[in-house]
């Protein structure tokens, strides 16, 4: 079930993201960073919104996103992950599906989705293709030689 995150499901979060064989570790800790301005100012203060899938107490994947600044309506989906034994449940659609909806619900017009151009993000990258984004750009050699960026928007 989608809902937002008690402060006891941070380690699980902090679980799927180093278990996701794709993220690096300063990734991972960017998400823990997140997580704690999270808790410690909420989410309209930090500008960080988390939702969680759970099957009893086990986090299934997680979503964190919030408002783009110096813009009208347009928020950022920063992060997204489904924890191994969860993919290809439907968890990340779910997930997505639900940040749209929450996005939506706080006036949101447009998600924009940020993501590496590398082979191992190529399932992400379909993802994204497959639940309506339009791939919009893509900036060369962004992250570092050979990593691009590659940019998805959705109007909602």
Not at 16 to 37: G, I, K, P, R
Not at 87 to 93: L, Q
Request: glycine share 10%.
């Amino acid at each position: 079930m989608i809902s937002i995150p008690s402060n006891e499901d941070g380690p699980q979060i902090h679980d799927v993201n180093a278990n996701t064989n794709v993220f690096s570790q300063e990734e991972v800790e960017c998400v823990d960073e997140l997580w704690e301005d999270y808790l410690a100012q909420g989410s309209e203060r930090s500008g960080y919104y988390f939702i969680v899938d759970k099957e009893d107490e086990q986090v299934l994947g997680y979503a964190c996103y919030g408002p783009r600044a110096l813009t009208d309506r347009t928020y950022d989906l920063y992060w997204i992950a489904v924890g191994p034994n969860a993919r290809r449940g439907g968890v990340g659609r779910g997930l997505l599906a639900a940040t749209e909806a929450a996005v939506r619900s706080l006036g949101g017009r447009l998600l924009i989705v940020e993501t590496s151009g590398l082979p191992k993000y190529e399932p992400t990258r379909a993802f994204y293709h497959a639940t309506g984004y339009i791939h919009e750009a893509t900036l060369k050699d962004f992250y570092s030689d050979g990593d691009d960026l590659v940019i998805f928007t959705k109007h909602l």
